[in-house]
Every structure is written in C-alpha cells, then in structure tokens.
C-alpha cells in the first residue's frame, strides 16, 4: 500500500508544478489579405489573414511583450 500512496503523491506534485508553470497563450494582430483589416486574436483565422504584429499580453493588442 505504501509504494501505491508514494507513487500517487509523486503524480500529484508533478501534475501541480506543471499547472503552476503554464502561461496563457499570446494574443497577436492578424491582417485580412482582401481589405487589410486588422483583428487581434489568440489563433490563426484562416488562409485569408497573415499575422501583422504581436505577440501581445491582452485582447486588445494594446500591450505588447517585451523581448519576443
């Protein structure tokens, strides 16, 4: 019973340094190729948008991250 408890408490403390290392994602500008639109969103919208600028900390893309 104790090697099972020793393994469980090991998953456990594994599974929570993870979680407490994991960032959101980045936020960027995505440009349409028809009209030149500008859209600021976490994933690519299609084959019809290029990515513009970024990344960015929010859904605004008003606050770009230093250094990437």
């Known amino acids: 019973m104790k090697p099972l408890i020793c393994t469980c408490t090991a998953a456990l403390a594994a599974s929570l340094a993870v979680v407490a290392l994991a960032a959101p994602a980045s936020?960027?500008?995505w440009r349409s190729k028809l009209d030149g639109k500008l859209v600021c969103s976490q994933t690519p919208l299609g084959p019809g948008w290029a990515k513009a600028t970024?990344?960015?900390r929010d859904s605004h893309c008003t606050k770009?991250?230093?250094g990437k």
Request: no cysteine.
């Open 27 to 29: 936020w960027f500008q």
């Open 54 to 56: 970024g990344p960015y």
């Open 64 to 66: 770009l991250i230093a």
